[in-house]
């Protein structure tokens, strides 16, 4: 059983440019969330999706956007990137049937902004 | 609002000592969930334990054990007989969840911890 998987694992990318990263949940979950890890800190929240549409966001401009997909797949979006957008980005998944199940987490992607 | 406290930003114990790493947190929510996850180098997250507010019972898992102290809201855990493969990141986190789902999850800044065999 795959868990949660994500691409890709390393990116550059140049100031000012657009970057789409994705994330395939733990099979039986339909719920994602994203999180950006700055080094030598713990994760932020960015949103959750569930059913298609963002359910809850944290403290992120709206250059940061997602998309989640019919098959649970999602996708986290950063346009007009900046230097300090360089950070690890972590897909969380979970699932809202059957009671609860704790958030797993893919290994993330580390986007580098130069 | 939520918050976190991980005082200990990083730690070196010898090999087999016991090792404790500290949590701190603030909510103004009676019912919350805390967790404690791992992040090895490969940067994954892996999960530990969560413990809901109502459950002050201390846990144990092998050699991992954590102590939930509502009084003094703080969640701290222990590692016995410390291993070099205990070597991570460790990451205190808090949230409020909704419909037996984890919602937005509120993490501390980690504890380096580093085992020296």
């Known amino acids: 059983d795959a868990g949660v998987t994500q691409s890709p694992t390393h990116l550059i990318k140049t100031r000012g440019q657009q970057v789409t990263l994705r994330c395939s949940p733990k099979?039986?979950?339909?719920?994602v969330s994203w999180y950006q890890q700055a080094l030598g800190q713990g994760p932020q929240f960015i949103f959750q999706?569930?059913?298609?549409?963002?359910?809850q966001r944290g403290n992120f401009p709206d250059r940061f956007s997602g998309h989640q997909f019919p098959n649970y797949s999602s996708e986290l979006n950063v346009n007009a990137l900046l230097l300090g957008d360089s950070a690890l980005y972590l897909c969380?998944?979970?699932?809202?049937?059957?009671?609860?199940?704790?958030?797993?987490f893919g290994q993330g992607t580390r986007l580098t902004v130069v | 609002a939520q918050k976190v406290t991980q005082a200990q930003t990083e730690i070196s114990v010898v090999e087999k000592e016991d090792v404790t790493l500290d949590c701190v947190y603030e909510?103004?929510?009676?019912?919350?969930?805390l967790f404690w996850y791992k992040q090895p180098p490969s940067g994954e997250l892996v999960f530990l334990i969560r413990?809901?507010?109502?459950?002050?019972q201390n846990e144990i898992s092998g050699r991992y054990s954590w102590n939930f102290q509502k009084s003094t809201s703080s969640f701290n855990f222990t590692i016995t007989a410390s291993q070099v493969v205990d070597s991570a990141v460790y990451f205190c986190?808090?949230?409020?969840?909704?419909?037996?789902?984890?919602?937005?999850?509120?993490f501390g800044k980690g504890t380096r911890l580093h085992i020296l065999p």
């Open positions: 986190a808090l949230s409020e969840p909704h419909m037996n789902r984890d919602d937005k999850i509120i």
């Open positions: 969380a998944s979970s699932s809202e049937r059957g009671g609860f199940t704790e958030a797993f």
């Open positions: 413990r809901n507010s109502f459950d002050e």
């Open positions: 909510t103004r929510d009676t019912t919350y969930y």
């Open positions: 099979s039986g979950h339909d719920t």
């Open positions: 999706y569930y059913e298609e549409e963002e359910r």
